[in-house]
């Protein structure tokens, strides 16, 4: 494509985007200075059209970007505008207001994304198992009734309300605690089973029923952190757009999303699509692998290998998304611990401006984290002094 189509071409998908209404060769030359007549114009226009990078509506004389025009553009056209900084200001109070726990970081981040945006977000909570214990605690809060809370290499705090025998007293279930974290602290949440907890019924001197109950709950508190959770907000957004007024293509989109599941498999496919582009862009070389390291902590990367990736239309392997466009970012927690978050909107938004915000959210939110995960391991360390 020359200089002169790709004009033309940025210009016609400005302002579908701004207008969602087909472009004419007569808008462009009264909004646009471009140097050429409306002739020349209307002359590349149909050889975009031959080229497949615009369609025409039947019942218009103006043309509108396809999923290929939409992807030129962001590969080549687009730019991406600097956070103000009372909108960065804004994000970083936003995920500050007394949030201590990750998948509440995560889920506020999600619902601020959504908000500036007016698309809808979705984040995955990271992906626990490679991550070791540091602590598991069991503490009673009524006969019957305990919580066992779960400190991960990563400094991420998880708890989780269960049952266990009413018999048992305090005393005899900080014994229970004790043991298993003597067995299981060190090990990979993957590495652990079952069997491996309950190894250690031997050495408590209870009954036997008791004790494999608290086991039994404390493994399914363990496995319930390498759980994805799916966080969604902002669906109720997108109806003010006017590409869902058509109502089977809103309903074909709602289905989709409601599967919920099947957008998180999506996402963390294309983040492994993503490292395995840059990768074998890469060829070995050594300033490349250091890129390949960068993306997998989620910072910005030159333009050739960028840190988010972009689905337009077709491209999105998700029945009733045909019309959409999908744009993801990898946030990290600690060295080994990531997620993704993203939006998911119409084809017609301004992808510039969108992937700046999430890119800002991304980095907030590492930020957020590292704090809290700061003050968890000052914590920690305080409560070994005092134990000593």
Sequence with gaps: MDDRKRQILKAIVDDYVETAEPVGSKSLVTRHKLGFSSATIRHEMAELEEMGYLEKPHTSAGRMPSDKGYRAYVDNMMSLPEISSDDAS???????NNLDEARALIERAAEYLA???????VALSPKYS???????????????RAIVVLVLSAGVVHDRLIRIPSMLDEAQLDGIARAVERCLVGKKLDDITLVTVSSVADEIGLPEALVNQVLFEAYVAIKQTEKIEVYMDGKH???????????????????????????AGYMMDMKEEMEEEIAQNCDFDLDCVEELQKADRGLSLPETHPSYMVRIGQEIALSGME????????????????????????????????????????KALGEAVGRQYARNGEEKRKQREHDE
């Design 90 to 96: 804004a994000i970083r109070q936003y995920l500050a």
């Design 115 to 121: 908000g500036k945006t007016d698309y809808l977000s």
């Design 130 to 144: 490679d991550s070791s214990l540091e602590q598991i605690k069991i503490m009673m809060i009524e006969p019957g």
């Design 237 to 263: 957004r997108l109806l003010k757009h006017p590409e869902f007024r058509d109502v089977e293509r809103a309903n074909r989109f709602y289905n989709a999303v409601h599967e919920e599941h099947m957008v």
């Design 323 to 362: 019309d959409m466009s999908f744009i993801t970012t990898t946030y990290r927690i600690g060295k080994k611990i990531s997620g993704q978050i993203g939006v998911i909107g119409p084809k017609r938004m301004q992808y510039g401006t969108i992937i700046s915000q999430i890119s800002f959210v991304n």
